[in-house]
Every structure is written in structure tokens, then in C-alpha cells.
């Protein structure tokens, strides 16, 4: 079994160029088929979901990376009850919504966490 890596996002996207890094790099690492790659995405890192990324912080990587994510496997996480949730419209992947007790549970299933 690959080990598990799981990216804890914080930062919001809409100041800073890390949330869109750290998802290119997740994605990258999910393309090996190697680790076993989980998103969560908590406060305003949940912007990321935007129908409209275009208008964040390197923008243009959440079009290009959090697809690909998907379509190797990995899995998106958001907070449940975010209030950015209302903000971000249609998302373009899909997600799931889970709270404190399940990201803990993440937390202890993955071998590594990167915290962006």
C-alpha cells in the first residue's frame, strides 16, 4: 500500500500564491501513483473551490492542478461549515465536506502532513 500524504491548506488565496502552490505540488506527487494524495482545504483556503479561481492568488494553478488530483486518485476535503463555502459557487471538482473529528481521523490514516 503507498503511504498517505495529507496537505492541510490554510492560507487564503486570495493574498497569498501558496494555496495554488501547494496544490500544483499535490498534484504532482499524486502523478507518480506512489503516495496516496488528500486535500483539505479550511477557513479561507476553501476559495480554492471557486467557480472562478482566475480571480485568486496564481488562479490559473487551481484550473490546471485540482483536477488532476481527482483523476489520480486523490481525494478533496473542505471544513464543513467554512462560511467561504457560500462564496465559491459552482465548484469544478468534486468535494467533500468534513469536520474537526474526521480531519483528525485523516491525520492519523496518512504517513505524512504538509501544511501549506
Known amino acids: 500500500m503507498n503511504p498517505g500524504v495529507l496537505f492541510v491548506i490554510t ?16 498534484a504532482g506527487v499524486g502523478a507518480w501513483r506512489k503516495a496516496a494524495v488528500t486535500i483539505y482545504l ?9 467557480e472562478f479561481p482566475d480571480e485568486l492568488a496564481d488562479g490559473h494553478n487551481f484550473t490546471r492542478y485540482l ?31 468534513i469536520d474537526d473529528e474526521e480531519l483528525a481521523t485523516l491525520a492519523l490514516e496518512n504517513h505524512y502532513l504538509i501544511r501549506f
Request: glycine share 8%; net charge positive; charged share 25%.
Open 11 to 26: 492560507t487564503d488565496p486570495r493574498t497569498s500564491p501558496r494555496p495554488a502552490e501547494a496544490i500544483r505540488i499535490a
Open 42 to 50: 479550511r477557513d479561507a483556503a476553501v476559495l480554492a473551490l471557486s
Open 67 to 97: 483536477p488532476l488530483v481527482g483523476e489520480s486518485g486523490g481525494v478533496l476535503c473542505a471544513q464543513r461549515g467554512a462560511p467561504w463555502l457560500r462564496e465559491i459557487g459552482r465548484a469544478p471538482v468534486a468535494f467533500r465536506e
